[in-house]
């Protein structure tokens, strides 16, 4: 279901951020894998309590791409009761990948 809601907005998203990138006169390093690993917490009724970058791909838009596309994504309702922690909160480890 993440997935799911994540893709309506990860790919807009990204799109824009590297036309804006590619305005300014920046580049990327081509032949290249850039990820971004992101620490989303979750309310128990799956609203989105903050997203945290954990691993950066070396490029701020990328980044900012990915925390953007979980914000936009959000609320996730009815996250699983075996997934929350004793303070009812949710935590999600996801990924961006991007190949250039």
């Not at 390093?29 to 620490?39: I, V």
């Not at 609203?47 to 994504?73: C, P």
């Amino acid at each position: 279901r993440v997935r799911q809601q994540l893709e309506q907005f990860w790919e807009p998203g990204l799109k824009e951020r590297l036309r804006k990138m590619f305005d300014r006169g920046r580049q990327i390093a081509t032949e290249q894998e850039h990820s971004t690993r992101l620490l989303v917490v979750l309310s128990s009724d799956g609203t989105i309590i903050n997203v945290l970058v954990e691993g950066t791909s070396g490029v701020y838009d990328l980044d900012q791409a990915a925390v953007d596309a979980f914000n936009r994504a959000g609320p996730f309702p009815n996250p699983p009761k075996g997934m929350a922690d004793a303070d009812g909160k949710v935590k999600v480890e996801w990924e961006f990948v991007l190949k250039t």
